[in-house]
């Protein structure tokens, strides 16, 4: 007979509700504060609504009717330095906070709408319009709200995508020696989204001071939490990670407040995560003004039993019993929120006859439609640039794989924002090529060995950069693995920018390995350089050389983009000439280098392909140009380079290694036939692997990927279309 023992979880997990005595306490200050608050947000909800039915917005509206009291409630328990990261069903979170920030000493029922009040009631409504005069500009609207100065990071559209971002934050609040804290909102829905666990355990692990917090409202668009979940209690999910956890009732604002004191009395303290899942319910449908009823996932009478417990009568209730409000009061409070309301409207709003539409100075100008995408790297200006063809110092031979990892070392020493995080890259000597060697003895608190969750990690440094005290250098060991983060890669880090209305900076810097040539198979060999070059907002560097790449490296962690680092594990033992106690130079983003001059074709190519392309070009004699492009980014590409050899050859090759599926040269080679048509004697050429993904067995990935006698039979092929003057040079 086996023995059992019954095992806890060493967290707590409570349920936490008011009693009178709980109303007795509490300061009427604050439940003035938090019944105007409530209000003005069910104000602002119901005219958005009717706003969206006479189609004055563009896309949808989540309303958060019947859940502010969770929002109001945990907000107002905030002090202005913490932060908050809002799900795509924001808008009580967002006023929240933002009210909360322009009110330091609350609201009151009496005067619930001054000035400041009426511009952040009006900048919110036009931002859910797409209008100028909104927070981003327009460019966010009702799932992507923004207002750093109040310590809004952001509503987010992607479920549960905010998670990571979230914990980046918290982690530069504990580093920055801060007890400000981070509240996540997210649905039920969310909780069952990997990056949201991810992140659970990533923050209990470094003991980050982040509340994790769950509206649940038990649908997600109209699948009951029950459907999707063994236990629906999703607070549950906090103890497995040692986070403590709280499951309060939602439809009661008091309740949410305690639990949130002590949820941050614990946050601050330096303990870690908390957990806090509090039961709510939507009136209406996942998005517009329907109720859920009318769609059939719901009864009218379930609708009517929770709307007979709405936050604000129970906030109303309790304060008339103990004379903290009159009726009279309460009824003079809802009159000026929604004729605040009213006005907005008004004023952003012209009728004609008897259509009403917005007025038409109010939209963002077409031309602001790529504004933001990226920065103007004037951050780069007046730097001391170098290149290896014209630098007059001393130099020295030196592995790839040594300079990079003395570049990041000699710039964590002259810049204490710099952290690198990733797997395995605080052990083995260096990580798992060397990249790292020295920093885990130097900075110990500053290199981080993630858990294998790319999504959270990498997410996670994008939530540094977008608060903006430290600077990331995230390190994907393989980079396949780009696809695990997919989500916090191009929909947020990517995205960001200009997402949020084009004047956010992201200095993020994303280091990854190409290991075609390893054996590794399908899932560890691809060259992502084509997948990446698609998504606006990332830069791409893809340095051939030692040199190369200090200067590279030195450009992107002084960028305020985002910045892809492309590395070849083919390169990193390579040797090659760097200068002798000088790792502080730069090469600009967007600039290519020659490194075979010649004038009978142009090559194009990156990476360990440069060299390959060099030796088949010589070993056939053939006088071709060969350009090392360097940055592979659309805004990165250096066309006076290129156009320039274009020009003079007339002939133009592109070669990649890797697979046609990820090509580069697609884009490539379509972007030089618009510019150059004129150009050129024949169609631009490529030179890339095979259809099929790489194996393991070496001839079928020798057949899989492109290599120096593929590039010798396209040139010899190409020879026989050149123009007459090229091939009398030859």
Same mark, same amino acid.
């Given at each position: 007979?086996?023995?059992?023992? /019954?095992?806890?979880?060493?967290?707590?997990?409570?349920?936490?509700?008011?009693?009178?005595?709980?109303?007795?306490?509490? %300061?009427?200050?604050?439940?003035?504060?938090?019944?105007?608050?409530?209000?003005?947000?069910?104000?602002?909800?119901?005219?958005?609504?009717?706003?969206?039915?006479?189609?004055?917005?563009?896309?949808?509206?989540?309303?958060?009717?019947?859940?502010?009291?969770?929002?109001?409630?945990?907000?107002?328990?905030?002090?202005?330095?913490?932060?908050?990261?809002?799900?795509?069903?924001?808008?009580?979170?967002?006023?929240?906070?933002?009210?909360?920030?322009?009110?330091?000493?609350?609201?009151?029922?009496?005067?619930?709408?001054?000035?400041?009040?009426?511009? &952040?009631?009006?900048?919110?409504?036009?931002?859910?319009?797409?209008?100028?005069?909104?927070?981003?500009?327009?460019?966010?609207?009702?799932?992507?709200?923004?207002?750093?100065?109040?310590?809004?990071?952001?509503?987010?559209?992607?479920?549960?995508?905010?998670?990571?971002?979230?914990?980046?934050?918290?982690?530069?609040?504990?580093?920055?020696? +801060?007890?400000?804290?981070?509240?996540?909102?997210?649905?039920?829905?969310?909780?069952?989204?990997?990056?949201?666990?991810?992140?659970?355990?990533?923050?209990?692990?470094?003991?980050?001071?982040?509340?994790?917090?769950?509206?649940?409202?038990?649908?997600?668009?109209? +699948?009951?939490?029950?459907? &999707?979940?063994?236990?629906?209690?999703?607070?549950?999910?906090?103890?497995?990670?040692?986070?403590?956890?709280?499951?309060?009732?939602?439809?009661?604002?008091?309740?949410?407040?305690?639990?949130?004191?002590?949820?941050?009395?614990?946050?601050?303290?330096?303990?870690?995560?908390?957990?806090?899942?509090? %039961?709510?319910?939507?009136?209406?449908?996942?998005?517009?003004?329907?109720?859920?009823?009318?769609?059939?996932?719901?009864?009218?009478?379930?609708?009517?039993?929770?709307?007979?417990?709405?936050?604000?009568?129970?906030?109303?209730?309790?304060?008339?019993?103990?004379?903290?409000?009159?009726?009279?009061?309460?009824?003079?409070?809802?009159?000026?929120?929604?004729?605040?309301?009213?006005?907005?409207?008004?004023?952003?709003?012209?009728?004609?006859?008897?259509?009403?539409?917005?007025?038409?100075?109010?939209?963002?100008?077409?031309?602001?439609?790529?504004?933001?995408?990226?920065?103007?790297?004037?951050?780069?200006?007046?730097?001391?640039?170098?290149?290896?063809?014209?630098?007059?110092?001393?130099?020295?031979?030196?592995?790839?794989?040594?300079?990079?990892?003395?570049?990041?070392?000699?710039?964590?020493?002259?810049?204490?924002?710099?952290?690198?995080?990733?797997?395995?890259?605080?052990?083995?000597?260096?990580?798992?090529?060397?990249?790292?060697?020295?920093?885990?003895?130097?900075?110990?608190?500053?290199?981080?060995?993630?858990?294998?969750?790319?999504?959270?990690?990498?997410?996670?440094?994008?939530?540094?950069?977008?608060?903006?005290?430290?600077?990331?250098?995230?390190?994907?060991?393989?980079?396949?693995?780009?696809?695990?983060?997919?989500?916090?890669?191009?929909?947020?880090?990517?995205?960001?920018?200009?997402?949020?209305?084009?004047? /956010?900076?992201?200095?993020?810097?994303?280091?990854?390995?190409?290991?075609?040539?390893?054996?590794?198979?399908?899932?560890?060999?691809?060259?992502?350089?084509?997948?990446?070059?698609?998504?606006?907002?990332?830069?791409?560097?893809?340095?051939?050389?030692?040199?190369?790449?200090?200067?590279?490296?030195?450009?992107?962690?002084?960028?305020?983009?985002?910045?892809?680092?492309?590395?070849?594990?083919?390169?990193?033992?390579?040797?090659?000439?760097?200068?002798?106690?000088?790792?502080?130079?730069?090469?600009?983003?967007?600039?290519?280098?020659?490194?075979?001059?010649?004038?009978?074709?142009?090559?194009?190519?990156?990476?360990?392909?440069?060299?390959?392309?060099?030796?088949?070009?010589?070993?056939?004699?053939?006088?071709?140009?060969?350009?090392?492009?360097?940055?592979?980014?659309?805004?990165?590409?250096?066309?006076?380079?290129?156009?320039?050899?274009?020009?003079?050859?007339?002939?133009?090759?592109?070669?990649?290694?890797?697979?046609?599926?990820?090509?580069?040269?697609?884009?490539?080679?379509?972007?030089?036939?618009?510019?150059?048509?004129?150009?050129?004697?024949?169609? &631009?050429?490529?030179?890339?692997?095979?259809?099929?993904?790489?194996?393991?067995?070496?001839?079928?990935?020798?057949?899989?990927?492109?290599?120096?006698?593929?590039?010798?039979?396209?040139?010899?092929?190409?020879?026989?279309?050149?123009?007459?003057?090229?091939?009398?040079?030859?």
């Amino acid at each position: 007979m086996p023995i059992k023992k /019954l095992l806890k979880p060493l967290a707590a997990w409570n349920a936490l509700n008011t009693t009178s005595k709980d109303w007795d306490a509490a %300061e009427p200050a604050q439940l003035n504060s938090m019944l105007t608050c409530l209000h003005l947000i069910r104000a602002f909800e119901k005219t958005t609504l009717d706003c969206a039915t006479k189609g004055l917005v563009h896309g949808p509206v989540h309303s958060s009717i019947g859940q502010e009291g969770g929002a109001v409630g945990s907000i107002w328990a905030l002090k202005s330095g913490d932060k908050v990261s809002a799900s795509h069903r924001g808008h009580h979170q967002f006023l929240a906070k933002a009210l909360n920030y322009i009110a330091p000493k609350g609201l009151t029922p009496a005067t619930p709408v001054s000035d400041e009040v009426y511009a &952040v009631l009006k900048k919110t409504l036009a931002e859910i319009m797409g209008l100028a005069q909104g927070y981003c500009k327009g460019r966010g609207g009702s799932m992507h709200l923004r207002w750093e100065a109040a310590g809004m990071l952001g509503t987010n559209a992607i479920v549960g995508g905010g998670a990571p971002l979230a914990a980046g934050v918290a982690w530069n609040c504990k580093h920055a020696g +801060t007890d400000n804290v981070v509240v996540n909102y997210f649905g039920d829905g969310a909780a069952n989204i990997g990056s949201v666990l991810e992140s659970f355990n990533l923050a209990a692990a470094w003991k980050l001071p982040i509340c994790f917090f769950v509206e649940n409202n038990r649908f997600a668009v109209s +699948t009951k939490v029950e459907e &999707v979940t063994g236990d629906p209690r999703l607070s549950a999910r906090g103890p497995g990670f040692n986070i403590p956890s709280w499951r309060v009732d939602g439809m009661n604002p008091l309740a949410v407040f305690l639990a949130m004191q002590e949820a941050l009395a614990y946050m601050r303290a330096g303990k870690g995560p908390t957990l806090i899942e509090v %039961e709510v319910y939507r009136e209406t449908h996942h998005s517009g003004p329907m109720p859920g009823s009318a769609f059939r996932y719901r009864s009218k009478e379930e609708e009517a039993l929770w709307k007979s417990r709405d936050p604000l009568d129970c906030m109303e209730k309790e304060m008339l019993d103990r004379n903290l409000v009159t009726r009279d009061e309460i009824r003079s409070l809802k009159i000026a929120a929604q004729d605040a309301m009213t006005r907005v409207v008004s004023e952003l709003t012209e009728k004609t006859g008897t259509d009403i539409s917005i007025k038409t100075d109010l939209w963002p100008q077409s031309d602001f439609c790529n504004f933001g995408i990226r920065g103007d790297l004037s951050e780069l200006a007046g730097l001391r640039t170098e290149e290896l063809s014209s630098y007059a110092g001393k130099l020295q031979e030196v592995k790839l794989v040594d300079a990079a990892s003395a570049v990041m070392l000699r710039r964590m020493e002259s810049d204490e924002r710099i952290v690198v995080l990733g797997e395995d890259v605080h052990r083995l000597g260096g990580g798992t090529n060397g990249a790292t060697k020295g920093i885990p003895e130097r900075f110990p608190d500053r290199i981080l060995g993630t858990p294998i969750s790319e999504n959270a990690f990498l997410g996670l440094g994008g939530g540094m950069a977008m608060d903006g005290r430290f600077i990331p250098v995230v390190e994907l060991m393989y980079a396949d693995f780009f696809w695990v983060a997919a989500d916090q890669l191009f929909n947020q880090v990517a995205k960001a920018r200009h997402m949020y209305g084009g004047d /956010l900076e992201m200095p993020f810097v994303l280091r990854t390995k190409i290991a075609i040539g390893t054996g590794y198979g399908s899932q560890h060999s691809m060259d992502p350089a084509g997948v990446f070059a698609m998504s606006p907002g990332l830069r791409i560097v893809a340095p051939s050389t030692p040199f190369d790449y200090i200067g590279l490296m030195n450009s992107a962690l002084t960028c305020k983009d985002p910045v892809l680092v492309l590395e070849h594990v083919e390169l990193y033992q390579s040797v090659g000439l760097v200068p002798v106690e000088d790792l502080d130079y730069f090469i600009p983003l967007g600039k290519a280098a020659v490194a075979r001059p010649g004038k009978a074709l142009t090559v194009l190519t990156y990476l360990s392909m440069v060299k390959k392309s060099v030796d088949a070009a010589e070993s056939l004699g053939i006088d071709a140009e060969v350009i090392d492009l360097r940055s592979l980014d659309r805004a990165g590409l250096d066309w006076e380079t290129i156009g320039g050899s274009i020009r003079k050859t007339n002939n133009v090759l592109i070669v990649e290694q890797g697979t046609l599926g990820n090509s580069y040269g697609t884009m490539l080679g379509d972007e030089i036939q618009r510019r150059y048509f004129d150009w050129l004697d024949q169609p &631009v050429k490529r030179v890339h692997g095979a259809e099929a993904w790489p194996s393991v067995s070496k001839v079928l990935e020798s057949a899989a990927n492109a290599g120096v006698e593929e590039i010798k039979n396209e040139l010899l092929k190409m020879l026989k279309d050149v123009g007459p003057q090229q091939r009398d040079s030859h």
